[in-house]
């Protein structure tokens, strides 16, 4: 079984001081499961104390701190967490782009089929 403390850090809840920390240990069952599942587990017990801003599960990523390396969502459990690891949970930036720079991308590929078309 490994023991490991995970939290969560994402800037809104930094500035209000919010801190969700969770120790737990793991089940063996769950060293071949993906690390999604320590994710979702998290997810669920946030969302349970903070039903009036809720996080999603999908938009999360694990950071092992040691390492300061975000695993990937399909990575095993077992060999990417080890016993007393300090785990985070971090909100993955969600990216919009601006519309001007849509157009000037449309603007390229059309000059650019332009110029394919031309020679």
């Known amino acids: 079984m490994t023991a490991v403390t995970l939290k969560f850090d994402e ?3 930094n500035e209000d001081k919010r801190k969700f920390v969770i120790k737990m240990t793991l ?7 993906p690390v999604s599942k320590i994710i979702k587990h998290y997810v669920k017990k946030f969302n349970e104390s903070n039903g009036d801003d809720p996080i999603d599960a999908a938009k999360c990523r694990l950071i092992v701190d040691r390492e300061a390396a975000i695993l990937a969502d399909a990575a ?3 060999p990417n967490v080890t016993p007393g690891a300090e785990l985070t949970i971090k909100l993955m930036p969600e990216h919009t782009v601006h519309p001007a720079d ?13 110029e394919a078309n031309s020679k």
């Open 11 to 13: 800037d809104k809840y």
């Open 102 to 114: 849509v157009e000037e991308a449309e603007r390229i590929r059309a000059r650019e089929a332009a």
């Open 76 to 78: 095993p459990i077992g």
């Open 27 to 33: 089940p063996e069952s769950w060293m071949k499961k």
